[in-house]
C-alpha cells in the first residue's frame, strides 16, 4: 500500500537503483505517471520528460480501452477489437486520441520532441498498468526508436498483464501485484486525477 504517487515514486525509484550507474532515460506517462516518474529521475540522476499515449476508449464504455495510440503513432490493438468495433469508428476513435495527444505535447512539453531515445536505456514509468494499452505504445515507440534497454517500471501491475510485458522488454520492475486486482487505484491510500497544471509544476522543478 502506497501513501500517495511522491511515496509510491520513491519506493520505485529504490528498486531500480541499479540503474543509477546507467545514465537512464526516464519517460512518465502522464498525466498520473509523471510524480512517479519524476521521484524515479530524481533518485537516479536521469534525464526526465514524458512520452504521450492514449487509451483508446469504447465510445458506450469509455473506462475500458480496445488498444492505445503513442504519439509517434504506434498503434496497440487488442486482437478482438476488429471484431467488435467498425473499422470507421476505430479510426475515429484515434483521429480524436491523435487530436489530444498533440494537445498534450504543446501543453506539457511545449511541443518540443521527445529527447533522444536511441542506444539509450529508457525507464517507461506509470502510476499503475491495468490492461497495459498505453504502456504497450510506448514500449512500441521505444522499440521504433531503437532503444537500447528498455525497463518497463510502475508501482503495482494485473499479475497477468505484468507476465506479459516481460516477454516484450529487457526489464520489469513491479513492486506490488495484487491477487485481486480491480483498479490501480487499489493500492493507494490517497488517490486523485492529476491536472495539466500539476503535471507542469513538476516538470518545471530541478
Same mark, same amino acid.
Given at each position: #500500500? ?12 529504490? !528498486? ?7 545514465? *537512464?532515460? /526516464? ?6 505517471? $509523471?510524480? $512517479? ?9 536521469? !534525464? ?9 476508449? +469504447?465510445?458506450?464504455?469509455? =473506462?475500458?480501452?480496445?488498444? !492505445? ?10 486482437? =478482438? ?5 467498425? @473499422? @470507421? %469508428?476505430?479510426? @475515429? %476513435? ?5 487530436? &489530444?495527444?498533440?494537445?498534450? %505535447?504543446? /501543453? ?6 521527445? *529527447? =533522444? ?17 498505453? #504502456? ?15 525497463? /518497463?517500471? !510502475?508501482? /503495482? ?6 507476465? &506479459?510485458?516481460?516477454? %516484450?522488454?529487457?526489464? #520489469? ?14 493500492? +493507494? ?8 497544471? =500539476?503535471?507542469?509544476?513538476?516538470? @518545471?522543478?530541478?
Amino acid at each position: #500500500m502506497f501513501n500517495d504517487r511522491k511515496d509510491a515514486g520513491k519506493q520505485l525509484a529504490h !528498486a531500480l537503483q541499479k540503474y543509477k550507474d546507467k545514465k *537512464p532515460l /526516464v519517460l512518465a506517462i502522464p498525466r498520473g505517471g $509523471v510524480e $512517479v516518474g519524476y521521484q524515479v529521475a530524481r533518485f537516479l540522476h536521469a !534525464a526526465f520528460s514524458v512520452i504521450v499515449a492514449r487509451k483508446l476508449p +469504447y465510445p458506450d464504455n469509455p =473506462e475500458a480501452g480496445f488498444g !492505445a495510440l503513442a504519439e509517434d503513432g504506434s498503434l496497440f490493438l487488442l486482437e =478482438e477489437a476488429t471484431q467488435w468495433l467498425p @473499422e @470507421e %469508428i476505430i479510426k @475515429e %476513435i484515434i483521429q480524436e486520441q491523435t487530436q &489530444e495527444i498533440q494537445r498534450r %505535447i504543446t /501543453v506539457l512539453r511545449q511541443g518540443k520532441p521527445l *529527447p =533522444e531515445i536511441s542506444d539509450k536505456t529508457v525507464i517507461l514509468v506509470d502510476d499503475g498498468i491495468a490492461m497495459g494499452s498505453t #504502456m504497450r505504445a510506448a514500449v512500441l515507440l521505444c522499440k521504433k526508436k531503437k532503444a537500447r534497454h528498455i525497463v /518497463v517500471a !510502475a508501482p /503495482v501491475a494485473d499479475k497477468r498483464v505484468a507476465e &506479459e510485458f516481460k516477454q %516484450i522488454v529487457d526489464d #520489469m520492475v513491479i513492486l506490488e501485484k495484487p491477487m485481486v486486482f480491480h483498479a490501480v487505484a487499489q493500492v +493507494y491510500r490517497h488517490w486523485h486525477d492529476v491536472s495539466d497544471e =500539476e503535471v507542469l509544476n513538476l516538470l @518545471e522543478k530541478p
